[in-house]
């Protein structure tokens, strides 16, 4: 597989503060050129601040999931049990993946996981951004300054 590379450097110069974002996708190419996109997964935009993350995990048990959130990083991982050999059961064909599994999804700014449910062998984790006031857009009033008379009573242009 060939690695592509871009050229961002435009992009930054019209920004402040978006370091990261060069780091988020360069990581994005690494991974994608890395995993073989398993377990399966959706993510979806429920509402202006609402999003949810519906993952496939076939074979999984609730006690073989871990759902890890630090600071900008949601990692969900899967440890399968071992499992006992089957008596008398001899597979013919496998296609039921239960092989141990690490999924990251970098998160913006105040995106927070809320919630987590597995239901028929899918888990699904719902998120919520939740702005804190004091980084919400606020408007900047600009104090005007009085015009500066000139000894000889005209006031300045």
């Known amino acids: 597989m060939t690695t592509m590379t871009y050229d ?28 073989l996109a398993y377990p399966p997964y959706n993510i979806a935009r429920l509402s202006e601040d609402d999003y949810e993350i519906t993952m ?11 759902i890890t959130a630090q600071e900008n990083l949601l990692t969900v991982s899967g440890r399968a049990a071992a499992k006992e050999a089957e008596e008398g059961r001899t ?13 990251s999804f970098s998160l913006a700014d105040h995106v927070k996981v809320v919630e987590a449910n597995l239901s028929d062998g899918m888990l699904t984790l719902k998120l919520v951004r939740e702005v804190p006031e004091a980084s919400k857009p606020r408007t900047i009033a600009i104090n005007a300054q009085p015009r500066i008379e000139h000894k000889t009573g005209k006031k300045a242009a």
């Open 91 to 103: 597979y013919l064909h496998r296609g039921i993946a239960t092989r141990n599994f690490e999924r």
């Open 8 to 35: 961002l450097s435009p992009l930054f110069r019209s920004t402040v503060g978006f370091d990261r974002l060069s780091q988020l996708i360069d990581s994005a190419f690494k991974q994608e050129e890395r995993t």
């Open 56 to 66: 496939a995990v076939a074979g999984f048990k609730q006690d073989e999931l871990t």
